[in-house]
Structures are given as structure tokens and as C-alpha cells.
Nanobody, 123 residues
Framework: QVQLVESGGGLVQTGESLRLSCTAS????????MGWYRQAPGKQRELVAR???????NYADSWKGRSIISKDNAKAAVLLQMNSLKPEDTAVYYC?????????????????WGQGTQVTVSP
């Protein structure tokens, strides 16, 4: 069973930084794209940033210039450095990954989500 576990959320003030971490575990054969999404109360889940297996990155416009996504292949982890945080960044942040993993005797590629980590930015 593959699991994604996030950490690093918390309460910060406007202008401060946070670093989110997400680690994948289980019978993993390979990991393709990994990314971070967020969902604020009453809003749809939206992209923050994604990184491909080759290291190419893609950011939502609101995050360009103030966030950096990276990955640690050895640890099956994806990291998100968020800077200059604003109250409107308050949301639950979810890790997402496309993973090829063993399910019994078969290899299966699926998209997995973490449970989410709360980020709260006070004015």
C-alpha cells in the first residue's frame, strides 16, 4: 500500500516562510510527476506547483517567484519552499504523486494523494 505523508504546515505571520515535505512509502517501483495542491475553505483544490521525474517544474502564477519545488529521489520526497506568505495562502496543502507500485503480483500506476497539512497565515 502506497502512502504519501506530508509535514511542515503550521501557523505563520504574513511575509514569513514555510517548507512543506512529502514522503512516499510502500512497494514503489517508480515515481513520475509529484506536486503540491491546496484547498481553501469553500474553494476548489488548485495547483501550487509540480515537478516531473526529469526535474522540470511548473508553478501556478500566484506562486511564481516566491516558491520552489524540489525533490529528493533517494527519499521519494517532494519539498515545497514557500516564501512571502500571505493570508490568502491559508489552506490545506496536499501532496500528489503519480506512482508505479506493486499491488499483489501486478504493477499498477496510480495517482496518490496525501492527507493534507494545514497552512495558516495570519495578517
Amino acid at each position: 500500500q502506497v502512502q504519501l505523508v506530508e509535514s511542515g504546515g503550521g501557523l505563520v505571520q504574513t511575509g514569513e516562510s514555510l517548507r512543506l515535505s512529502c514522503t512516499a512509502s510502500g512497494s514503489i517501483l517508480s515515481i513520475n510527476d509529484m506536486g503540491w495542491y491546496r484547498q481553501a475553505p469553500g474553494k476548489q483544490r488548485e495547483l501550487v506547483a509540480r515537478i516531473t521525474s526529469g526535474g522540470s517544474t511548473n508553478y501556478a502564477d500566484s506562486w511564481k517567484g516566491r516558491s520552489i519545488i524540489s525533490k529528493d529521489n533517494a527519499k521519494a520526497a517532494v519539498l515545497l519552499q514557500m516564501n512571502s506568505l500571505k493570508p490568502e495562502d491559508t489552506a490545506v496543502y496536499y501532496c500528489n504523486a503519480e506512482i508505479l507500485a506493486m499491488r499483489g503480483s501486478y504493477a499498477d500506476r496510480k495517482t496518490y494523494w496525501g492527507q493534507g497539512t494545514q497552512v495558516t497565515v495570519s495578517p
